[in-house]
């Protein structure tokens, strides 16, 4: 409790005390602008006088010519110093958070996205990738052996278990795999 407190009536009073000296100053900056315009244009531009014949009217060509050369060589050299003291800000900002060291990384939020609609983001609309890894695997022919192909042609197994029954269906198993 050590500050003592202003009454809003005398911070009224300051305020407005502020904004009329604030107030006063642009008002003072605003006519020394219009003063120093003035008097560069004087500097600048000298009020023309209308050439008689046609020899004086091409010396004032010339004359204008000149002085818009002259104008645009100092408007070209302004805007080259500007750009080149926008990249030293630049590299000096670069330079001042080098020093500085640590950089605060932004929090990061987790997006659901499927691997298609990522590609699509990363390469851009054009581009149409399709994440389907079943088309871009090799298709292998299978070589069908005679023996699978033989119990595939079987069919009924209850066929094949009477053919099997007795001596004689033992006996032919042993004759055809010998």
Known sequence: MSEKKMSS???HHLKSLMLSIAKGLLEEEEREQE???TRYMAESCPPVSM???MQELLELCREIHHKIDVIDEERYDLDMKVNKSDKE????????QDQMGKFKKPVL???RMSADAMLKALLGSKHTV??????NLKQVKKEVKEEDK????????RKNIEDKAGMDGRKKMFETEA
């Open 89 to 96: 800000i630049d590299d000096l900002k670069i330079k001042v």
């Open 51 to 53: 050439p008689r014949s």
């Open 130 to 135: 399709n994440m389907e890894l079943r088309a």
């Open 9 to 11: 009536s005398r911070k």
């Open 109 to 111: 939020i987790q997006v």
């Open 35 to 37: 003063e120093e315009r």
């Open 150 to 157: 033989e119990l595939r042609d079987v069919g009924d197994w």
